[in-house]
C-alpha cells in the first residue's frame, strides 16, 4: 500500500536541517505541503526553496519554541499562509551535555525548555485545528537517551523521557477526537553532530550498536512518515525507537 499524503499539511519544527529536514522533504515526496519553524532563516528558507522544488507549497518562519505567544503567532500565520494543518512534528532541539556535578542551572533549564515545553507550546497551539482534521497527527522526535539515559545527559535524558511521557498522555487526552499522538526515539544517527566527532569516539560509539552502523536520518523520516499516513491510523501513544537494537 502507498503512502499519499496528498491535500494535508505538516508543521515541522526544527525543520531547517538534518532529521527535521529529511522528514520535511519525506512527507513532501509524499503529497504534503509543508511549514518550517527554525530559528535558523537562512537554512529555514534553503529547506522551503527544496520544498517547492517538488512542487509543494511551503513556508518558513522563524521562531523561539520557549515563547508561548511567538508560537501561537506562528501556528496561525502558517495555517492561514498553507490553509490549514493536519500533521505537526516536534523535532525542535538542544544539547548541553556535561555530568551532572558540573552543569550549571541555565544548561539544565534551556535543555528542557526547548526540548519538552516547545513541544507542549506547539501542541496546545495547534490542537484544536488537529482535531479538525481527518487525519490528525501529532508526532514527537524524542530519542534513546529518554528511553535508557545516558551518562553526561541528564538534562537531555529528562528532556526527552518527558517528551515520552507528554506523548503518552497527550495521545489518551486526544484519542476520542481521532487525534494519534506517538514518539520516534532515533539512536545514533549520522548527522553533523555526529560528524563533528572524533574517529575514536565515533569507533567506541559503533561498539555499543548491535547494527554496527550509524542510522541515517532518512530511516528516521521514514517512522515519521508511517506515523503520518493512514496506515498507522490505529497506532497512538506509541514510541518507535529506531536505533539500530541499541534500545530495545
Same mark, same amino acid.
Request: net charge positive; aromatic share 6%; glycine share 8%.
Given at each position: 500500500m502507498s503512502i499519499d499524503l496528498s491535500g494535508r499539511i505538516a508543521l515541522i519544527t526544527g525543520g531547517a536541517r538534518g532529521i527535521g529536514k529529511c522528514i520535511a522533504l519525506s512527507l513532501a515526496r509524499h503529497g504534503a505541503d509543508v511549514g518550517?519553524?527554525?530559528?535558523?532563516?537562512?537554512?529555514?528558507?534553503?529547506?522551503? !526553496? !527544496?520544498?517547492?522544488?517538488?512542487?509543494?507549497?511551503?513556508?518558513?518562519?522563524?521562531? !523561539? +519554541?520557549?515563547?508561548? #505567544?511567538? +508560537?501561537?503567532? @506562528? +501556528? #496561525?500565520?502558517?495555517?492561514?499562509? =498553507? $490553509?490549514?494543518? #493536519?500533521? =505537526? %512534528?516536534?523535532n525542535a532541539g538542544i544539547t548541553r551535555d556535561t555530568l551532572l556535578l558540573?552543569?550549571? !542551572?541555565?544548561?539544565?533549564?534551556?535543555?528542557? #525548555? @526547548?526540548?519538552?515545553?516547545?513541544? *507542549?507550546?506547539?501542541?496546545?497551539?495547534?490542537?484544536?485545528?488537529?482535531? &479538525?482534521?481527518?487525519? $490528525?497527527?501529532?508526532?514527537?522526535?524524542?530519542? %534513546?537517551?529518554? +528511553?535508557?539515559?545516558?551518562?553526561?545527559?541528564?538534562?537531555?535524558?529528562?528532556? &526527552? $523521557?518527558?517528551?515520552?511521557? *507528554?506523548? &503518552?498522555?497527550?495521545? &489518551?487526552? *486526544?484519542?476520542?477526537r481521532g487525534v494519534t499522538v506517538n514518539a520516534v526515539a532515533p539512536g545514533f544517527i549520522e548527522t553533523e553532530m555526529t560528524a563533528g566527532l572524533e574517529d575514536k569516539a565515533k569507533e567506541a560509539l559503533l561498539q555499543v550498536l548491535p547494527a554496527r552502523r550509524y542510522g541515517k536520518p532518512e530511516e528516521v523520516a521514514d517512522g515519521v512518515l508511517f506515523l503520518a499516513s493512514d496506515l498507522s491510523s490505529y497506532v497512538t501513544g506509541h514510541v518507535l525507537v529506531i536505533s539500530g537494537g541499541m534500545a530495545m
Open positions: 518550517i519553524v527554525d530559528v535558523e532563516e537562512s537554512a529555514g528558507q534553503a529547506t522551503v !526553496d !527544496d520544498l517547492k522544488r517538488l512542487g509543494r507549497n511551503a513556508a518558513f518562519r522563524r521562531c !523561539d +519554541v520557549t515563547k508561548p #505567544d511567538e +508560537v501561537k503567532t @506562528v +501556528v #496561525d500565520e502558517l495555517k492561514k499562509e =498553507l $490553509g490549514g494543518l #493536519d500533521i =505537526l %512534528v516536534n558540573r552543569m550549571k !542551572d541555565d544548561e539544565w533549564s534551556r535543555v528542557l #525548555d @526547548v526540548n519538552l515545553t516547545g513541544s *507542549f507550546n506547539f501542541t496546545r497551539a495547534a490542537a484544536k485545528t488537529i482535531m &479538525k482534521s481527518p487525519h $490528525g497527527r501529532i508526532i514527537n522526535i524524542a530519542s %534513546v537517551v529518554g +528511553v535508557m539515559g545516558n551518562a553526561g545527559q541528564a538534562n537531555y535524558a529528562a528532556s &526527552k $523521557g518527558g517528551l515520552i511521557a *507528554f506523548t &503518552k498522555s497527550v495521545a &489518551k487526552e *486526544f484519542a476520542a
